[in-house]
């Protein structure tokens, strides 16, 4: 079982397209030919990949699977089926969708989201010449099964100094879409990150949901009243982990004139958060389309990855953009930020995964 610590650090560009049912879920593309031989010997008919709950077009984490799988199509010239996610779904009906991708040839078959760990257990022990990949998850081990994961707490660290510098109010807001470990980590170095450039600063907290079921990830309606409510206690800068649910507090921060920081995908240069971008500091990012155009590319030159492999600061796995020109101006800030990244990567901060 080979081990890889590094994600491509090669932009993506997100694209959306339209939608239509086919099978279980909704296939947005289906790309996909006879199954090609290359000179390494691959035979696939190309990438399938899966989405978590919110589905393509949330400009944050599934767009970015989404951008890492149009890019593996196009420079190896391969083939490729995405395919949407049902409301109120069950382990069987994910099931059902990773079979259909990898019994029609698809490889590497990728599951976005921790929700697939069951699905890819099963359906990887059956189809063991079949590569899969599952993204922010590392319980599956298998030969044939990558675990896609990040140092999420690194880039929220980030975002919590930005947040924490660029407060008037010394009083910053997190918004968490589920209450789950994995978004606790996004508010641990969030909450740290704050906290080293003001140990007294206030930074209110709030999950939309306890489960992933009740739409925390996928309801922008949910994210705007929380903003809402940040935003009335006196919170200025507000950091949100909500998938979907974000753009909800993105739009509510931006009616109010305060920053918010966006999650996963540059939501600065996102296309339906173009009327709000002038509000977004910058984001946390997570390089979930790098992950998967690696995991394509070591699949076609006949070497696939396997075991855990993790994305941090130093490999480019996390980060935080500095697209939007108001926060290159915020020079302060952006000294801060790089110097927390430059510390976090030398060793000297050890950033917390839990408060």
Known sequence: MSRRTRFSQAAVAVSVIALAAVGCG??????????????????????????????????????????????????????????????????????????????????????????????????????????????????????????LVFHEEQSSYLAGVAAAKATKKNHIGFIGGVDIPLIHKFEAGFDQGAKSVNPSIKIESQYLTQTPQEGGFSSPDKGKDAAAGQIEKGADVLYHAAGLSGQGVISEAASKKVWAIGVDSDQYAQSSLAKYKDWILGSALKNVGGAVYDLAKSVVDGKPLSGVVRGDLKSGGVGFADSNPKYKALTDVVTAVDKAKQDIIDGKVTVKTTQ
């Open 26 to 147: 909704k296939s947005s593309t289906d790309t996909s030919s006879d199954s090609k031989k290359s000179s390494s010997g691959y035979t696939g008919k190309g990438i399938g990949l899966a989405y978590d709950i919110g589905g393509k077009g949330d400009q944050s984490f599934n767009d970015a699977a989404y951008a890492g799988f149009q890019k593996a199509e196009t420079e190896f010239k391969m083939g490729g089926r995405d395919i949407e996610p049902q409301d109120g779904e069950s382990d069987a009906d994910k099931v059902q969708r990773l079979e259909q991708l990898a019994k029609s040839g698809y490889n590497p078959v990728i599951g976005v989201g921790f929700v697939y760990a069951p699905a890819i257990k099963e359906v990887a022990a059956k189809y063991p010449k079949i590569t899969f990949g599952i993204i922010d998850d590392e319980q599956d081990k298998a030969a044939n099964i990558a675990d």
